[in-house]
């Protein structure tokens, strides 16, 4: 046998038959009885927590109850009245934090109904039924909205214009519309390329155009938007992945684990994907983990998250914390990168410096660890990074765009929403919540500008 | 341990468990194996005068009314009464009775309403050597068109006197088993004692449809798309039938007379609940139709540690000890003032109890304190209801407390008496005795 150059990077580290069964629902639907069944533990409850736990209010007793009542497309209605983006949602949201947490059936049962799980059920039967439209446009104002970015939040504000009467065109950069939904979420989260088939539904509605390969690079080109449209809705997503700022951060075999997810996701098939033998991710969130748990599933013998706080400043959820666990993922807590170490034909190893909080800041505690990687992936954080929309004339903080509380920028006819703006929480569901806030502001807009038109 | 056995009216039995006249009780071959997982008794499914046998529906004929889980809740039928020969029947009834000579066997008996055809049967069955008869005026679905089951329950002057014809022609105890399909239960349970029978059983089935599909818009069960109503039965009919019970066990005209309990048993505590408000011994159909004839060793096990527990040392104390709580709305204390209380430490914040009595109650609890969700009773509002208690979904967590004499109701402002008062004596009440 050869002795191989360089780090351990490979495709087709397992059959096909594995890669099947690791990028198939890491959740699996529920059936019609077990739906059934679980609707059935839902309490209905007065002013209920969950609704209120939800960024997008939707109506959780209602729609479990029309689940166990046998009223699916009543239920997938609910659910879509008040978040479009129910079915991905229900496929990615934290509801562990979120609705679930906050079910009463926690303190009696110490199990809470299976918000998520239920919700998913119920989008999915409706988008498996002959006839899955459940939306009528308004009487066509004349008046359009150009939405820029694809994602969850120009889906959200897109699809609530267009049910309102508007002409919307929706921008992206990428080939795809979904945004993070299509580029940057987990595989196992949305088998059976759910994200693509939820852009589909939300075109089907009609008055939305999508043009995909678009980017605003200039602000001329904004202002043609500005001039050209009856309002803007920004829904940009983070360009920019943090570095690292240590030595050897170029070595081949470091890659950011943002573009990684986005490799494997857009591959036909899992087994062309190269994965490192042993894998370290840098950082402390969701991407960390998605990335994490997808390297192991491609095969990669070990894989470690190192995370430079505890394991109670991490982002991603202890459920989440535990898939990767589960997944035989490694997490390493207080360490964080003083330098990526090659040998010449790439990273051969990363050296750590322990950490200790002192007065609640981060500082070295004198001691350092080597750990050996065929590859690294940086998952420490993106930003907007997008220094035209300084030049555009928008206000920012935080490095993200400002916005009141209706989500209006402070470029007049502009709004923003979703991981653009200073409050994002980078949730699906979160941006959601901003694209039909700004929906509903720009609707109101641009009704009483045509009052005032016809006055 | 306590003793399980009982003697209705002169039929002794090893526990007051009973199979009820039912398909359960349709043959040998299922009576014994009744026998064998220890049913004290069975009541031979109803045996029809001698000639072609009848003829029943070959579809559906039960259907349920089932909870989410598909525990069920109700059920109903439109099978008749036995579509076996009455020499095959006698013959077998015979058989089982000299294998198993400490159950009771009794006969369930409907031929027309003449006495010629009573007086043909009579013998017939006397000659099985069972223990006794019990007369179905109770089937309501079938039978009853032709003028027999609940078409005689149903006229007081037609169960006195079929009753009177069978206690002229055999010495057998003679049971009279009663339609709830009826507006007061007392006059047939009268009617029964007049006619001399020795005992009554009840309830029969309740007329029933279960239910309309909602794809072919016909009710449901159906045969070849049409149905009938049929008799319904199961858990949902015990409180019906538990009334009727204690209506005639507290009726001083029928007060004494021996009453087999049947609706809805399926466990140790509902027979408990039959046995308590004057019942001597409990039919059983539904829960072996649901789980099997082992059943009853569970209601067996339950009933004989509960007689342990409670220091009962015979079936026959416990029976009736229920009765005097029972009375008329006139006589019920007006005096008497609770107040439900909402133990915040089970209380699990689901609102139910608020909304309940927000919208269709008395607006006595509350939602909110200080801003954060809480629940609350208002005692200035409370008029003690229950219906807080009946839709909190934790056991224990709401209860009513009984307000001690001279207590304070908030609601009221009134100090709570130490005295009771009807509505009988009640002021408001303008013929009062002494108004």
Not at chain 1, 127 to 141: G, L, Q, T
Request: with cysteine; net charge neutral; aromatic share 6%.
């Amino acid at each position: 046998m050869s002795e191989q150059r360089g780090p351990d990077i490979r495709p087709g580290r397992l059959t096909v038959e594995d890669y099947a069964a690791h990028f198939a629902d890491h959740v699996p639907p529920l059936t019609h009885p077990q739906a059934v069944l679980e609707a059935s533990r839902c309490l209905y409850c007065f002013d209920a927590p969950c609704v209120t736990a939800c960024p997008t209010r939707i109506d959780v007793p209602s729609f479990i109850k029309r689940i166990a009542e046998d009223n699916l497309r009543g239920a997938a209605a609910a659910i879509l009245e008040a978040n479009p983006l129910g079915g991905f949602c229900a496929r990615d949201c934290p509801t562990e934090v979120l609705c679930e947490a906050i079910c009463v059936r926690n303190v009696q049962q110490g199990r809470p109904v299976a918000i998520g799980r239920l919700q998913r059920f119920a989008v999915d039967r409706l988008m498996a039924s002959a006839d899955n439209r459940i939306f009528e446009r308004a009487p066509a104002s004349g008046r359009r909205v150009a939405a820029i970015g694809a994602g969850p939040a120009g889906l959200a504000c897109a699809h609530a214009l267009a049910r309102a009467g508007h002409e919307v065109t929706l921008y992206d950069a990428k080939p795809k519309a979904g945004g993070l939904n299509e580029y940057g979420v987990a595989a196992y989260k949305t088998a059976g390329g759910y994200a693509q088939r939820e852009v589909e539904w939300l075109l089907s509605l009609g008055g939305i155009s999508l043009q995909c390969g678009w980017t605003l690079a200039s602000p001329e080109q904004f202002e043609n938007l500005r001039r050209g449209y009856d309002a803007v809705f920004l829904g940009l997503g983070l360009a920019e992945t943090h570095e690292l700022g240590v030595p050897g951060e170029r070595l081949a075999g470091v890659e950011d684990a943002v573009e990684f997810i986005s490799t494997l996701r857009q591959s036909a098939d899992p087994g062309t994907v190269p994965v490192g033998r042993r894998v370290l991710v840098i950082g402390g969130g969701m991407t960390a983990i998605d990335a994490a748990v997808q390297s192991k599933l491609l095969g990669a013998e070990s894989v470690d998250i190192v995370y430079r706080r505890g394991p109670h400043q991490m982002r991603a959820s202890p459920r989440e914390q535990d898939l990767a666990r589960t997944r035989g993922v490694r997490i390493l807590h207080w360490l964080a990168p003083v330098e990526v170490i090659g040998d010449g034909g790439g990273v051969c190893a990363v050296r750590f410096a322990r950490q200790r909080l002192a007065a609640g800041r981060l500082e070295p505690a004198g001691e350092e660890c080597t750990l050996e990687a065929d590859m690294v992936l940086k998952a420490i954080g993106q930003r907007l990074g997008n220094p035209l929309l300084k030049q555009c004339g928008l206000a920012l903080r935080n490095g993200r765009i400002a916005v009141d509380e209706a989500g209006r920028t402070n470029v007049s006819g502009v709004w923003a929403g979703g991981d653009c703006i200073a409050e994002g929480q980078d949730l699906t569901v979160d941006a959601v919540a901003h694209g039909l806030r700004a929906a509903r502001d720009i609707d109101l807009r641009l009704r009483s500008a045509r009052a005032r038109a016809e006055e | 341990m306590a003793r399980l056995d009982i003697e209705f009216c002169g039929i002794r039995s090893p526990n007051p468990f009973w199979l009820a006249s039912a398909p359960p009780t349709d043959k040998a071959y299922n009576v014994e194996r009744a026998f064998e997982a220890g049913w004290g008794g069975v009541v031979w499914k109803t045996l029809a005068e001698a000639g072609p046998p009848l003829v029943n529906v070959n579809g559906p004929r039960y259907g349920a009314l089932l909870a989410v889980d598909r525990t069920l809740i109700g059920f109903n039928n439109i099978e008749l009464i036995t579509d076996r020969d009455l020499e095959v029947n006698l013959k077998e009834i015979a058989a089982v009775k000299r294998h198993w000579a400490d159950r009771a066997v009794i006969v369930s008996i409907m031929v027309p309403c003449q006495e010629e055809s009573w007086k043909t049967i009579l013998p017939r069955v006397e000659d099985t050597g069972c223990d006794g008869i019990e007369l179905n005026f109770g089937c309501p679905h079938g039978m009853n068109e032709r003028g027999m089951g609940s078409a005689v329950g149903q006229v007081p002057e037609y169960i006195r006197m079929v009753t009177a014809w069978c206690k002229q022609y055999t010495r057998l105890p003679v049971i009279v088993k009663l339609t709830p399909n009826i507006t007061d239960i007392r006059f047939p349970a009268r009617a029964a004692k007049e006619g001399g029978a020795d005992a009554v059983s009840l309830i029969n089935t309740i007329n029933s449809i279960m239910g309309v599909d909602p794809d072919t818009l016909t009710m449901s069960p159906a045969v070849g798309g049409q149905g009938t109503h049929g008799g319904y039965c199961g858990p949902a009919v015990k409180p019906i039938a538990l009334n009727m019970v204690a209506e005639i066990a507290r009726d001083p005209q029928t007060a004494g007379l021996p009453i087999s309990g049947i609706g809805g048993i399926g466990s140790w505590r509902d027979a408990l609940e039959f046995i308590a408000l004057g019942a001597a011994s409990v039919q059983v159909c539904t829960a072996a139709m649901v789980f099997g004839f082992k059943i009853v060793q569970e209601m067996v096990s339950g009933l004989d540690a509960y007689l342990d527990d409670k220091g009962f040392s015979s079936l026959a104390e416990l029976r009736g000890r229920a009765l005097p709580s029972v009375t008329d709305w006139s006589f019920l204390d007006l005096n008497r003032v609770s107040k439900a209380v909402i133990d915040q430490d089970k209380c699990i914040q689901c609102g139910r109890c608020y909304i309940a009595c927000e919208d269709t109650a008395h607006q006595a609890i509350t939602s909110m304190r200080n801003g954060r969700r809480h629940f609350e009773v208002k005692e200035e509002e409370c008029v003690g209801c229950n219906l807080c208690v009946n839709v909190c979904p934790v056991t224990g967590c709401i209860t009513l407390r009984d307000l001690a004499p001279g207590e304070i109701d908030r609601r009221t402002g009134r100090a709570v008496s130490a005295e009771r008062l009807h509505w009988t004596a009640h002021p408001n009440n303008p013929l009062r005795k002494g108004a």
